[in-house]
């Protein structure tokens, strides 16, 4: 039996004990011996005491045993002596007990160090931050990212840019905050922060990811810039290049023309017919050429969004108004569903109807030779803060090699396009928050998808 040294220690104690208290009686009941009865009865009080240290001994030997495998002491196994005196084979199923808590507690070190090395090994900044500001966790790449060698408290960073805890602090748990931050007092740089809450029983941490886009930023300014010269120079090219041909053109003829006794410049009929069609072509390309910069001076003037509520059934019933001819004339359906009817949106409706007008009118366009065509539009819920919209028709596609390219501003491949309209689109979309992407191939019409939030706190560049 396990208990078997304890139960047999507690008999023996209590037998000899009745044993003792049966002489006691017998001797006080037959009034002999006056001086064994004494002896006796200081006996028994002597074994009463032993029995109760020996039992307090054995509960303090045992709550401590408990207590250190409660904290997880591997110094338990030194207590195995005093309770195997006590509790024979005890001790064996306590340290299997033991062995299993150490072997947790490993494996829970171990998660610990592993997570830690995949979290210092990310090249996106983590930080988390208790209720009182204190950091409990922050990886290489934060540390980096804000330009400091150790951070104890968020309230450190006010010695690089005062009120910096108090802005981070204040952040919501949106998809993502850029916050201007000056790492080295003179340098500045943007930072795009995401928060989000984590809750550990009775305690709130806030967990922020930081990631420096300055250079990202700079980088794809750069490209777009690459990308905006060389769609310029290109059509700047067409125009130019035929205008400079017709005007070599012009002074040949001019150069063959003859003189008069006057010695004004005589052209014959036909070439003046030449020269008068010349001069219109210049003048057609020159007016081609204004009206492409136009184009350019309004793509990049696009208003501030302001937004308000949008009913969006109400909207894409206004978008189907406003193409009900086109529809009826080239003999489109157009349709519309919507997961919750009572469905709105906060955004600016004016710039938010120029990019559907946009959309609508590519589809249009895009069917204008195939019968029975159909654009369709959904609108749902993406989850509680955004909205996703779809635009689809059954036209004859993209191409994948032009895929990738009908968001590039003045790219087109209409014979009379001007290649702004869906640069347009994206730019709207952006300036909300969004973002669009077009779902084509040859022969199976376009989806072009858009992800809004439902709610804008704030409007990018105002």
Do not use: C
């Amino acid at each position: 039996m396990v208990y078997n040294s304890f139960q047999t220690s507690i008999l023996t104690r209590i037998t000899l004990l009745v044993v003792n208290i049966t002489a006691l009686a017998y001797l006080y009941v037959r009034h002999e011996r006056f001086f064994t009865l004494i002896f006796l009865a200081l006996l028994a009080i002597i074994q009463v005491v032993l029995l109760f240290v020996y039992l307090n001994k054995t509960n303090r030997n045992l709550a401590r045993f408990l207590l250190l495998l409660t904290y997880e002491d591997t110094s338990v196994v030194h207590w195995k002596d005093k309770v195997e005196k006590t509790f024979q084979g005890l001790h064996h199923s306590f340290k299997q007990v033991n062995d299993e808590i150490n072997r947790i507690r490993l494996e829970k070190e171990k998660g610990s160090i592993l997570l830690k090395g995949i979290i210092q090994h990310m090249e996106t900044g983590i930080m988390v931050v208790d209720e009182s500001g204190r950091v409990e966790v922050v990886n290489d790449a934060a540390l980096v990212a804000l330009g400091v060698s150790q951070l104890e408290f968020l309230s450190d960073l006010d010695r690089k840019q005062e009120g910096i805890s108090r802005i981070l602090s204040k952040l919501g748990y949106e998809s993502g905050n850029v916050v201007h931050y000056k790492k080295n007092g003179q340098e500045e740089s943007q930072l795009l922060v995401r928060v989000s809450l984590l809750k550990l029983e009775d305690r709130t941490l806030r967990i922020y990811s930081l990631q420096d886009i300055r250079n990202q930023l700079e980088a794809n300014e750069i490209e777009s810039w690459q990308k905006m010269t060389r769609v310029l120079s290109h059509e700047i090219s067409n125009s130019v290049t035929p205008i400079s041909t017709l005007g070599d053109g012009i002074q040949m003829k001019l150069k063959q023309g003859r003189k008069d006794e006057n010695g004004r410049l005589v052209i014959e009929k036909d070439a003046a017919g030449d020269l008068l069609q010349s001069s219109e072509l210049i003048q057609k390309r020159s007016d081609a050429l204004v009206e492409f910069m136009e184009h350019y001076k309004n793509f990049s003037r696009l208003p501030n969004p302001i937004p308000g509520k949008i009913v969006v059934a109400e909207f894409l019933e206004g978008i189907e108004l406003l193409f009900s001819e086109d529809f009826n004339n080239q003999g489109i359906r157009f349709s519309f569903e919507l997961q919750d009817p009572s469905m709105v949106i906060h955004a600016d409706k004016n710039l938010l109807e120029q990019a559907f007008i946009n959309l609508v009118r590519n589809s249009i366009d895009a069917l204008k030779a195939i019968p029975g065509g159909i654009i369709q539009i959904k609108a749902s819920m993406l989850d509680k803060l955004h909205l996703k919209l779809e635009i689809s028709d059954n036209g004859p596609g993209i191409s994948p090699e032009h895929g990738s390219q009908v968001f590039i501003p003045f790219f087109t491949t209409k014979q009379k396009g001007t290649g702004i309209g869906l640069s347009i689109v994206r730019k709207i979309i952006n300036m909300h928050g969004g973002t669009i992407q077009v779902d084509s191939g040859e022969d199976r019409g376009s989806t072009f998808v858009i992800r809004l939030p439902q709610s804008l706190s704030k409007i990018p560049g105002r």
